[in-house]
T-cell receptor, first 111, second 115 residues
């Protein structure tokens, strides 16, 4: 079983829609959960991170962790064409700051 | 602040050749990690350097090696290139402080194509 799994999509939504992106993970000991955004031909950039369970909100973005089901989510409200990118969930694993990434979900927000 | 810079941007090599990729970390950062991102996949951790030593290694063969210099910049070397080594190679830097690493900043990557 992979440590982090993510539906690769692609996902296409109309402008203004609410987007839900999801990952599952295998190890209940994981405590930090991150979401990166990667535009085409660019490196990933950190969007948000959460510690343990609960929600964290930053503008139109909300990250949610459900440790009981080992499920993490990123919600994007009022999605914009500029949100079109690949979204990667990532978890620090194995000590240090080694990040284990999901496959990434490619999102397209259409006018 | 220039952020994390990688060179070259693109590279085409022939099977069996050797390649060296370079990374300059963000100003103030002392830790460099390298990742391989195949098309349609998430980045996979290759290794991490801190204080000029390899501190952690992912599941990559010995053909992949690296180095960190006193100015914290780093190189990734890949020997005996295979077609399957074609990927985007990402460098990420962070700062190690009191047992914790700060947020990892990624460079724009080097696109390696092996023909």
């Amino acid at each position: 079983q992979k440590e982090v799994e993510q539906d690769p999509g692609p996902l296409s939504v109309p402008e203004g829609a609410i987007v839900s992106l999801n990952c599952t993970y295998s190890n209940s000991a994981f405590q930090y959960f991150m979401w990166y955004r990667q535009y085409s031909r660019k490196g990933p950039e950190l969007l948000m991170y959460t510690y343990s369970s609960g929600n964290k909100e930053d503008g139109r973005f909300t990250a949610q962790v459900d440790k009981s089901s080992k499920y993490i989510s990123l919600f994007i409200r009022d999605s914009q064409p500029s949100d079109s990118a690949t979204y990667l969930c990532a978890i620090p694993t194995g000590g240090g700051n080694k990040l284990t990434f999901g496959t990434g979900t490619q999102l397209k927000v259409e006018l | 602040d220039a952020g994390v810079t990688q060179s070259p941007t693109h590279l085409i090599k022939t099977r069996g050749q050797q390649v060296t990729l370079r990374c300059s970390p963000k100003s103030g950062h002392d830790t460099v990690s390298w990742y391989q991102q195949a098309l349609g996949q998430g980045p996979q951790f290759i290794f991490q350097y801190y204080e000029e030593e390899e501190r952690q290694r992912g599941n990559f063969p010995d053909r992949f090696s690296g180095h960190q210099f006193p100015n914290y910049s780093s190189e990734l070397n890949v020997n005996a290139l295979l077609l399957g080594d074609s990927a985007l190679y990402l460098c990420a830097s962070s700062f190690f402080f009191r047992g914790w690493y700060t947020e990892a900043f990624f460079g724009q990557g080097t696109r390696l194509t092996v023909v």
